[in-house]
């Protein structure tokens, strides 16, 4: 019998609940990678704290986020948890918290959703390759 290595036991996955349909290549990938080392996953989110079109508040975000991670571990059969950020403007902020979310959970891989480069990242790191930067976790971007 083949037997894997556990290289990962702690895989971080992004999620903005606000665009869960763009997300589904990188849940696949993180969802069988997890089930592959068995590893846990911990789906981790920014909210702001004015309201949204996901949640009126934080607290809402953070049932919204457990919800959402109850379900894909019970849809793909893997261990999973969440960790939920309050920021002021989570689309300036993403960079700062997806370090240190990764740092505070232990994540030693985290696997994301990335976005076809245009005429800007020439100028700005995507967030991937900022938190590439920033932890000594593996970064796998799924496009």
Avoid: C
């Avoid at 589904?24 to 981790?44: P, Q, T």
């Avoid at 959703?113 to 790191?125: I, K, Y």
């Amino acid at each position: 019998m083949l037997r894997i290595q556990k290289l990962y036991k702690k895989i971080v996955v992004p999620v903005d609940l606000e665009h869960i349909d763009k997300l589904s290549k990188a849940l696949d990938v993180a969802a069988n990678l997890g089930k592959l080392f068995e590893a846990e996953l911990i789906y981790v989110g920014v909210t702001p704290t004015v309201p949204t079109t996901v949640a009126h508040n934080p607290d809402e975000y953070v049932a919204k986020l457990k919800a959402f991670t109850t379900s894909e571990s019970g849809r793909r059969g893997h261990p999973a948890t969440s960790k939920a950020f309050t920021s002021h403007d989570p689309s300036i902020d993403i960079d700062q918290y997806l370090p240190r979310a990764v740092a505070e959970v232990g994540g030693d891989l985290v696997v994301m959703a990335s976005h076809v480069p245009g005429f800007f990242d020439r100028f700005w790191p995507s967030h991937g390759e900022n938190l590439a930067s920033h932890t000594n976790a593996s970064v796998f971007l799924v496009r």
